[in-house]
């Protein structure tokens, strides 16, 4: 089978930087994505990994490793709006993605 | 604006009856997908389309069809032989620039629907 895991809650202090991580099985693999939800709300893409190594986007890093089938998502600067679930997601085929269940992000002042 | 639109916001159903969700968008994305997301879950696929007059089943295909006869859109029925249907629907879309590319996906604000 094809499956994502994730933590499903991870809690942190604002200001702080947290890590989140995502180990994947799937058929096949052509990138990983990460996706920010607020309760209520649609999704919303944060960054992409085709290759090995990190990617930064403002206060938002992501990490690949192919070889592990492992990578994360950094937050730094953790500010109270960054509280949301967020959802690592691998294109397995030319056109499917697979999602993970969600880690739910609670931010403390 | 460039964006996914999804109608209704909210939908009843009543048993027996079919019902359809409307997913529209001008983004000209070649890809298109709907997803299921249950109460603190994640997203299922249900259908996606790579291309007009085309479509495949996802992992949760039971109870639900769809078409794709224009570009812009992808409208989903659930069927009445879909038990469960209380859930979060979620369209999305995406270019398709090949692989090893980024192909964000642009979701629509989704559509919840409930059991009467």
């Known amino acids: 089978g094809q499956s994502l895991e994730q933590p499903s809650e991870v809690t942190a202090v604002e200001g702080a930087i947290v890590q989140i991580n995502c180990t994947y099985q799937?058929?096949?693999?052509?990138?990983l994505s990460w996706y920010q939800q607020h309760d209520g709300g649609a999704p919303t893409f944060l960054s992409y990994?085709?290759?090995?190594g990190l990617e930064e986007t403002g206060r938002f890093s992501s990490f690949l490793s192919r070889s592990d089938s492992y990578g994360y998502l950094l937050l730094q600067e953790l500010q109270m709006k960054d509280s949301a679930s967020y959802f690592c997601?691998?294109?397995?085929?030319?056109?499917?993605?697979?999602f993970g269940s969600g880690t739910r992000l609670s931010i403390r002042p | 604006d460039g964006g996914i639109t999804q109608s209704p916001k909210y939908l009843f159903r009543k048993e027996g009856q079919n019902v359809t969700l409307s997913c529209e968008q001008n983004?000209?994305?070649?890809?298109m997908y709907w997803y299921r997301q249950d109460p603190g879950q994640g997203l299922r696929l249900i259908y996606y389309?790579?291309?007009?007059?085309?479509?495949q089943k996802g992992d949760i295909a039971e109870g639900y069809s769809v078409s794709r006869e224009k570009k812009e859109s992808f409208p989903l029925t659930v069927t009445s032989a879909q038990k469960n249907p209380t859930a979060f629907y979620l369209c999305?879309?995406?270019?398709?620039?090949?692989?090893?590319?980024?192909?964000?996906?642009?979701f629509g604000d989704g559509t919840r629907l409930s059991i009467l």
């Open positions: 997601a691998v294109r397995s085929s030319a056109s499917k993605i697979i």
């Open positions: 389309s790579q291309i007009v007059n085309d479509f």
């Open positions: 990994n085709a290759l090995d």
């Open positions: 983004l000209n994305h070649d890809a």
């Open positions: 799937t058929s096949g693999f052509y990138g």
């Open positions: 999305a879309s995406s270019p398709d620039r090949g692989p090893g590319i980024s192909q964000p996906q642009h």
